[in-house]
């Protein structure tokens, strides 16, 4: 019902910058919180920033001052600009969201199938 689909990915030196997107399409009356996690090797997924719907951004202590979060709520799409990007950047990053498909349905909370960040030191 739902396809989130994430690009932007890609290898950068350690210092550069990178810009991820996800567009969300398919049946999508509204959707509230569009949020970026990562997962390294070996390590759980964490959350590294969130964009309620109407509330103040999250992030993760580890990107504050380094990754900024934005929405396009026209195009269904959230942003992630990182920069200073450092090794333990390194990871699997997935786009996350809460879909309504209908006006009385419940939150549909949908995954992308993740965008490889790799930071050469």
């Known amino acids: 019902q739902v396809q989130l689909v994430e690009s932007g990915g890609g290898l950068v030196q350690a210092g550069g910058s990178l810009r991820l997107s996800c567009a969300a399409s398919?049946?999508?009356?509204?959707?509230?919180?569009m949020n970026w996690y990562r997962q390294a090797p070996g390590k759980q997924r964490e959350l590294v920033a969130a964009s309620p719907s109407g509330g103040s951004t999250y992030y993760a202590d580890s990107v504050k001052g380094r990754f900024t979060i934005s929405r396009d709520n026209a195009k269904n799409t959230v942003y992630l600009q990182m920069n200073s990007l450092t090794f333990e950047d390194t990871a699997v990053y997935y786009c996350n969201a809460d879909v309504r498909t209908t006006p009385w349905g419940g939150l549909i909370n949908s995954w992308g199938q993740g965008t490889q960040v790799t930071v050469s030191s």
């Open positions: 398919g049946r999508i009356f509204s959707i509230n919180a």
